[in-house]
């Protein structure tokens, strides 16, 4: 496992956009810095992302400096977001949290992320991530919190495990499908020099400075299908998955991981496998 390195970093500034490729980025205890902090929203205060609405994958979200966001997307004008001062908070849904955000202050941003999807949405911030919103206490240790992402603080994903999946593919029912690029995924860290499936067994890992633990397999859903630069959807990865990645009842790929120190990683930092 000596030649293992971090192959790429990615964040998602708003929850279900485009991803951010980054050479370089500060893990805070909830998750890689600037990832997930923002979402968008329905009129019943219930998450919206690529599962209900694949055109979010064409939509994209640049940092700013503070935390705010310049959204933009195909046939719309970019519209930058500041962060919303504090207080006002709304009770929002994410699957089966319950979590307070901030709604952007400024009703032409809400305007606009519903234009672009058609249907009434409302852009929030999740303004203290270190008290918000605790990951799955079936899965963390006391205080571990984590942003807006699906549930957990970082995704870690393998090149050689994508290639396996792949070979998979091109010799299943629907070969022409692959192969598929890691983005339907939509991973944090992506690490190469490993064997394919080696991140099964792991349970504690290092990135350059930074420990984490390895908290559970990830479950995929119907993103997956969803290629990433068209919106349309397939059959791959997940009828792959079910056959070969069943794993109670989850068709898993890539690990969930919780920082347990902060620090900088950056693309080409070796990776150990502690345990």
């Known amino acids: 496992m000596g030649n293992a390195r971090l192959h790429s970093i990615h964040v998602h500034p708003v929850k279900a956009f485009r991803s951010l490729p980054l050479r ?10 600037g990832d997930r902090r923002w979402m968008l929203i329905d009129d019943g205060g219930k998450v919206v992302t690529q599962r209900q609405q694949p055109r979010l994958a064409l939509a994209a979200a640049e940092l700013l400096p503070g935390g705010g966001v310049l959204l933009s997307a195909p046939g719309m004008e970019p519209v930058a977001v ?29 305007a ?21 919103r605790p990951v799955d206490p079936e899965f963390a240790l006391p205080g571990e919190t984590v ?28 070969p022409a499908e692959g ?35 390895v908290a559970k397999p990830c ?13 349309e959807r397939g059959k791959e990865p997940l009828h792959s998955l079910g056959r070969h990645r069943r794993r109670g009842g989850k068709l898993v790929f890539g ?16 990776v150990g496998i502690v345990a």
């Not at 009770?91 to 809400?110: G, I, N, T, W, Y």
């Not at 606009?112 to 918000?132: F, K, M, Q």
């Not at 690990?255 to 070796?270: A, E, F, H, K, Y």
Request: net charge negative; hydrophobic share 40%; charged share 20%.
């Open 24 to 33: 370089e980025v500060a893990v805070e205890p909830w998750g890689p810095a």
């Open 82 to 110: 500041p962060v919303p001062r504090p207080g006002g908070t709304v009770r929002v849904e994410l699957f089966s949290d319950k979590v307070e955000a901030v709604p952007a202050e400024d009703p032409a941003v809400h």
């Open 112 to 132: 606009w992320c519903s234009a672009y999807l058609g249907i009434g949405v409302r852009l929030v911030h999740l303004d203290d991530p270190a008290t918000r």
């Open 147 to 174: 942003t807006f992402a699906d549930g957990f603080p970082l995704l870690l994903t393998s090149t050689a495990s994508l290639d396996a999946l792949n070979s998979l593919i091109a010799t299943g029912d629907h």
């Open 179 to 213: 192969p598929l690029p890691m983005s339907r995924f939509r991973p944090n860290v992506v690490v190469d020099g490993t064997a394919a499936w080696a991140e099964d067994d792991w349970s504690r890992i290092t990135i350059g400075e930074v420990a984490f633990r």
């Open 219 to 231: 479950g995929r859903c119907v993103v997956t299908t969803t290629d990433q630069t068209t919106a």
């Open 255 to 270: 690990q969930n991981l919780v920082p347990l120190s902060p620090g900088t990683i950056r693309v080409g930092d070796p």
